[in-house]
């Protein structure tokens, strides 16, 4: 893979962590499951889900809880080719958030984590995630729904 294909293999992959990251923040995630393979790991800061359904399952959970507030903003996005259908992403991901409805004092982020994910490449062209996971670095005591 050329330079010119490696950038925008990169830019599809940073606009699918987007595009993820918009779909918990706009819609509390409804959708997100749509962004994983079936056989899938998300290791949040505190557990982890196997599969589409334990994402899907989560993410109805974190809407049950009520009005939350949350953006996810990337930044540092890296990405390693691991085959030519499998490549690793890596970016630093900053959460604000908190429960109830905006506008809500503004404060640092809750946590600042590593993002390190697995995507593969669909018979059809598109990407979806095998694994997720978040690696906090920092944190501070407002909890996370994860």
Known sequence: MDKQQSLALRQELEYLAI???HEVDHHG????ARFYVDDCIFETSIREYRGRQAI???YNRRQARGARVSLHVVNNFRIEHLAEDRVRCEYVMSLFAADGEPVLPSRPPIMVAIADEVV????????LYESRRLKPLFRDDTPTTG
Do not use: V
């Open 56 to 58: 899907h399952d989560f």
């Open 19 to 21: 595009d993820f990251w």
């Open 120 to 127: 593969r490449q669909q018979a059809d062209g598109s990407w």
């Open 29 to 32: 995630g409804r959708d997100a």
